[in-house]
């Protein structure tokens, strides 16, 4: 996108008025979206953004500018912006800054350079659409969106390294609703990651279709959600949300930095259960939170957060792990060249543990089976949570029972992880398209877990007599 001379350039003149460290980010992005409604092809769209933005940090401080206008000059003058927020002090930047390209093994198809025909997306929708109409009269809307993204990103820094990085990503959603006597029933099912379309041609919109027209007619027939304290079992894959809101921001550098996370100076102690381990990993292949090199140039890489109960360490970006004296772990993630980067999530996990599903189910005397969840909010400084229960089920003496509608539970990220009893043979990452929001910023992640359980859990729901 942009020479060696003018990135050189770039850096020289961004450190001009002093500074610990410089980086430039370029971005060039293309993406196809189109969206299903009432039978039809509501909305279709192409977009292409680019620009770049120039950092600089100072101790604690960084001087960030960016521009959507790649001619030299307007590059320069941002450099120089960013120079002058974070201004220091110190003598003039001289000389020049030798860039070394950095070899790292993609984890993703790099061949791709442009979209399928606009018909081949079209195609996917409608299909989706017919088959969550098929088999039940109460399906009254379906709603489908597809989107294709190609990310092409450059960096250089002032350190002396320089990389590319050609990021695919696609997602096919489908929502549907249930109507019946006065009730509703909604349901949504998703797939995708850094891959290309031709993924649909082997994992059917039909699949993901039923699967959302089952949940919607499964909460349309069920039962109103009991309330109390009871046992909890979280479903495998989908499940794996709640780890990522209730533990995973916790764990964020900067949190933890500022002393405003519970998890705040306690690596090395024991934060969870010993059935307990979380990791977050950049670097497998196709996730959708995957990244050959983070935001900052860093190679995506595997990270122990948690292990058998005890905390391991924290994810960290270039500014947080200099000032922890710590390294980077690829985890300087940014929604786009207007962005700073900050320390971020990439597909945060728990590994399998020894305990059958159907074991788990046995045990549970009396409690809630929260299959997958439809969103929620957590609270870091003291790891509140609340979550909705997007498709959830009673267990009663050992067997699931009746479905159950407008459930939501409310607990403590680190509290719930002392509670957990048992840990499935099952894991698996969602099948669905999490974006993960912070500080006004939007990045795709991944999240996954086994089958698990909580011993205790408070639900609260619309029926109090169960």
Request: aromatic share 6%; charged share 25%; proline share 4%.
């Amino acid at each position: 996108m942009l020479d060696s001379d003018v990135l050189t350039r770039l850096l020289v003149r961004a450190l001009r008025h002093g500074g610990d460290y410089a980086d430039v980010f370029c971005e060039r992005r293309r993406s196809y979206a189109f969206r299903l409604q009432d039978g039809q092809i509501h909305d279709g769209a192409t977009a292409i953004a680019q620009g770049v933005g120039v950092r600089v940090i100072v101790g604690e401080s960084a001087g960030y500018a960016y521009s959507d206008d790649l001619s030299v000059e307007a590059l320069m003058r941002a450099a120089e912006a960013a120079s002058l927020i974070a201004r220091s002090g110190a003598a003039q930047a001289t000389g020049t800054i030798d860039l070394t390209t950095l070899q790292v093994a993609p984890l993703y198809d790099q061949s791709r350079h442009d979209h399928a025909p606009a018909a081949r997306y079209v195609d996917l929708l409608e299909r989706a659409d017919r088959r969550a109409r098929a088999d039940d009269p109460r399906i009254v809307a379906v709603n489908a969106h597809v989107a294709d993204e190609l990310q092409d990103v450059w960096i250089a820094t002032s350190e002396g390294r320089f990389v590319h990085d050609h990021r695919p990503m696609v997602t096919l959603g489908v929502q549907v609703v249930a109507s019946a006597h006065g009730q509703r029933g909604s349901g949504y099912a998703a797939d995708g990651g850094r891959i290309a379309i031709d993924y649909f041609d082997t994992h059917s919109p039909e699949e993901l279709a039923a699967d959302a027209a089952r949940i919607a007619a499964t909460n349309l027939d069920a039962e109103p959600a009991p309330a109390g304290e009871m046992e909890m079992v979280v479903g495998a894959g989908g499940g794996g949300v709640l780890l990522h809101e209730a533990v995973g921001h916790g764990l964020e550098s900067d949190f933890n930095r500022r002393g405003t996370s519970l998890y705040s100076g306690r690596v090395g102690e024991r934060v969870a259960s010993e059935l307990v381990t979380i990791y977050d990993d950049g670097n497998l292949r196709e996730e959708r939170g995957s990244i050959t090199v983070d935001d900052e140039g860093i190679p995506g890489q595997h990270k122990v957060l948690v292990e058998r109960g005890v905390l391991r360490g924290y994810m960290q970006d270039t500014l947080n792990a200099r000032l922890m004296g710590a390294q980077p772990t690829g985890s300087g993630r940014r929604q786009s060249y207007r962005f700073l980067p900050q320390p971020r999530m990439c597909n945060t996990y728990m590994p399998s543990g020894e305990s059958t599903p159907e074991e788990i189910i046995a045990s549970t005397k009396r409690g809630l089976y929260a299959k997958s969840f439809a969103g929620g909010q957590v609270e870091i400084s003291k790891g509140d949570f609340v979550f909705m229960v997007a498709e959830g089920y009673l267990i009663e003496n050992g067997k699931i029972t009746a479905p159950v509608r407008n459930a939501t539970i409310v607990g403590n990220g680190p509290d719930a992880m002392t509670k957990v009893v048992a840990v499935g043979n099952d894991a698996r990452f969602a099948r669905r398209h999490y974006t993960c929001g912070k500080g006004g910023q939007h990045v795709p992640v991944g999240v996954g877990m086994p089958t698990v359980k909580i011993s205790s859990i408070t639900v609260g729901g619309t029926d109090d007599e169960r």
